[in-house]
C-alpha cells in the first residue's frame, strides 16, 4: 500500500519568507512526527497542504520561490 502521513501543522503561509531549516509542516506518519524544513533561505510561494489532510510521501507540501 501506499504510505501515508497526516499534516499536524502547517507553520508557514504564502508569503512568508523562510530561512534554509525552518519547519514548514509537521506530518505524522505511524505515529511519529516528522518536521519538514525549508531546503533554503526563500519566501513561500504556496502552501499546498491544510491542517488534518491526509499526504502521501513525496507529495509537494509547500512550494518554494
Known amino acids: 500500500g501506499n504510505a501515508s ?3 499536524v ?3 508557514v503561509a504564502s508569503g512568508a519568507w523562510v530561512s534554509k531549516g525552518d519547519v514548514l ?3 505524522e506518519a505511524m505515529k511519529m512526527e516528522h518536521a ?6 526563500g ?3 504556496r502552501v499546498l497542504v491544510s491542517e ?3 499526504v502521501g510521501l513525496g507529495d509537494l507540501l509547500v512550494e518554494m520561490a
Open 5 to 7: 502521513a497526516n499534516a
Open 9 to 11: 501543522c502547517t507553520g
Open 25 to 27: 509542516v509537521v506530518v
Open 36 to 41: 519538514v524544513r525549508a531546503p533554503k533561505d
Open 43 to 45: 519566501s513561500v510561494e
Open 52 to 54: 488534518g489532510q491526509m
